[in-house]
């Protein structure tokens, strides 16, 4: 058995026998989404895939998988150079691990809210353990969703469940996840990476092509729409990123700690 270690700023990759194993390594934040967070995420899957890894796990670090974007972080100009960087860098997440190239399990904790879930999402398999908190505060904060969530969120649990999860950014837990069908396995805390491991290793012991095919069955019918809902996005993150409404949300929300 070998294996190789890489480590960004905040995105540690490990890679052993066909999976890549990529944690969120900003702790201190909750591993919220900053900029450079996320382009450490997609530097790590880029090579994870280079690599040749048949399976990625993405994991967090500490208390949690993903508590959204970073409501204290320097808000990036809207329609400058950055922000437009960003927002791709987001969504280009989207594509990865949606691509028939390689199977994605999500192995959640703690929070999985905003840019959380929607990473989340788009994997192929999430984990969860007891007590996770799920939601999609965006439109509490004044912001857009990103990451086709618009369009594969209600393809996942219909147009009308989606729009309250969506519209309302009620927080709801593992069990109310497992039971809207968002996540596929639910377990005692600590134990999600053992699950995503064990779930990996059923993976890999299936033939790698067929695997490729018959994910990309299920892509190919979806692919259009949702480069259409991720253009819509970026247009409306644009304009909510400059709204008086956005500004005043962040205030009251990193003044609860977030």
Known sequence: MTGTTAQREFVTLTQQDGIAVLRLNRPDRL???SPE????FKAALDRAIGDAAVVVIVTGEGRAFCAG???KADTLTPE???ALSHLHNVQNITRVLRSASVISIAAVHGYALGAGIEFALSCDFIVAEEGTMFGFP???VGLSVTGGISYLLPQAIGLPRAKELILLGENFGAERALELGLVNRVTPPGERLMVAHDLAQRILALPHHA???AKESFEVAVRSQVESAMAVEISNALLTGDSTDADMAKVVFAGKGQ
């Open 31 to 33: 591993n919220a989404a």
């Open 138 to 140: 965006e439109v509490s």
């Open 37 to 40: 967070l996320v382009a450490d």
């Open 80 to 82: 400058s150079p950055e």
């Open 69 to 71: 974007h970073d409501l």
């Open 211 to 213: 695997l490729a095919l």
